[in-house]
């Protein structure tokens, strides 16, 4: 990298795409990136509709990236990063989803607690075919927790594992996930704020590496309705003054986790409008899909929605498997930490454990909603979560993902994976 590299200074919109600038890095010292805020009106196909907050009918008007100290090492020659929160008018600007965060973190720490933070992310590779048209990679001797050139024949998975590598992004583990060109890329444990930012960089990343290689890297929640889904699993847990883990202390679930469970149960549907915000991704959420579909919990289970591990004092966590890559990380961590929250602060009583296999039998008896739509009305009619959230970057999701689900209402499956695959 040069001496006076270029800055990337960039943020993660609502729809989870990178937006930002290039600018000198002399520029970037000043602290300060402007932006038009309507920015957060555009959807997918360009259309500038008037989301709440974006000032479409106020003339457009500037909000700032205000700029991390800290530069991220980047993956583009003589380029670093930069990440900050949003600001309008002199305030944190209400859509800001790394704000949403922040506050969701204060929450924790008024309690004396540290969110601790672990993504795993799933994803499928494309690759274009003889006329241009994007297919599955091929990788026909594939297989579940597979390594090496059959998973990857064109070893794109080794070079997003040696660019995250000098980029300082944590990686804990890759490998094949369930069907052929599918992939698990998990990340190291870290509090809330840095997972998330950590989370947001290795996704651009990854795909500007497939990108390069002529591949196409996706994070849709079921690109193949054939095939399995992607999720986007929230593991997380809480250290104390002292640095220790509160969720299992003692080798079982303490009150504070007890809480959690209890608050993301409570939440359930409510939550669906935050963590699976594409039309796609209810194709992923049913009934035996190992995904985040019943309002249930259980110790080391796969099939329920909030999984426990209590096996390690040091490493217990709780994981929570509704949300998808398609979702902003710092929305989602944001909400599962505040609907966790709100668990433990009104005192909620954990439900009995999920004790059935949830693949043919059941105990659980909610679910979430069958569709986007139904999902963005539950979340609309939660108004303690769209509170705890923010209520001015939940009404902006809601505008902006109504819209959204209007547009792709009665299109065939090929027509709404079109639709995300070159931005999710």
């Keep these: ?136 990679y091929d990788t026909p001797g594939a297989f579940v927790y597979g390594c090496g050139p059959a998973n990857d024949p064109a070893g794109l998975m080794d070079a997003i594992w040696q660019t995250a590598d000098a980029c300082d992004l944590p990686v804990e583990s890759m490998n094949g996930e369930y069907d052929n060109g599918q992939f698990e890329l998990t990340l190291g444990f870290a509090d809330a704020l840095r997972a998330c930012d950590d989370a947001f960089l290795f996704r651009t990343m990854a795909r500007e590496r497939a990108a390069e290689k002529g591949l196409l890297l996706t994070f849709m929640p079921k690109p193949n309705p054939e095939r399995g889904g ?25 009150q504070v986790a007890q809480g959690c469970i209890a608050g993301l149960i409570h939440h359930h549907e409510a939550l669906a409008g935050l963590l699976a915000g594409t039309v796609n991704s209810y194709d992923r959420l049913a009934p035996g899909s190992l995904a985040g579909y019943w309002a249930n919990w259980a110790g080391d289970h796969r099939l329920v929605t ?21 979702a902003n990380p710092y929305l989602a961590v944001a909400a599962v930490l505040q609907a966790a929250l709100a668990g433990v602060t009104a005192k909620m009583p954990l439900p009995p454990a999920e004790d059935l296999d949830c693949l043919e039998n059941t105990r ?61």
């Design 1 to 136: 990298m040069s001496d006076h590299p270029r800055v990337r200074a960039t943020f993660c919109d609502l729809l989870n795409l990178p937006r930002g600038k290039y600018v000198p890095a002399h520029l970037a010292r000043g602290g300060a990136i402007g932006f038009a805020r309507g920015v957060f009106g555009v959807t997918f196909d360009r259309d500038l509709i008037p989301v709440p907050g974006c000032g479409m009918f106020d003339g457009l008007p500037d909000m700032e990236l205000m700029l991390e100290p800290e530069r991220r090492k980047g993956w583009q020659p003589g380029t670093e990063i930069a990440l900050g929160d949003l600001h309008a008018a002199g305030q944190p600007f209400g859509l800001c989803p790394r704000g949403a965060l922040k506050r969701a973190v204060a929450g924790w720490g008024a309690l004396g607690l540290v969110p601790m933070v672990g993504l795993e992310l799933e994803a499928y590779v494309f690759q274009q075919d003889a006329d241009g048209v994007w297919v599955p």
């Design 306 to 326: 909030v999984r426990s591990s209590t096996a390690s004092v040091k490493s217990a966590r709780l994981e929570h498997r509704m949300a998808d890559c398609a």
């Design 364 to 424: 659980a008896t909610r679910h979430v909603p069958s569709s986007l739509v139904r999902a963005l009305d539950a979340l609309d009619a939660d108004a303690a979560l769209r509170k705890a959230v923010g209520t001015e970057i939940c009404d902006a999701l809601l505008f902006l993902k109504r819209d959204e689900a209007a547009r792709l209402e009665g299109k065939s499956v090929d027509e709404v994976r079109n639709f995300y695959l070159p931005f999710v």
């Design 230 to 254: 992607s999720g986007m699993h929230v593991n997380f847990s809480f250290a104390d003054a002292a640095g220790q883990n509160v969720v299992a202390p003692d080798g079982a679930l303490s």
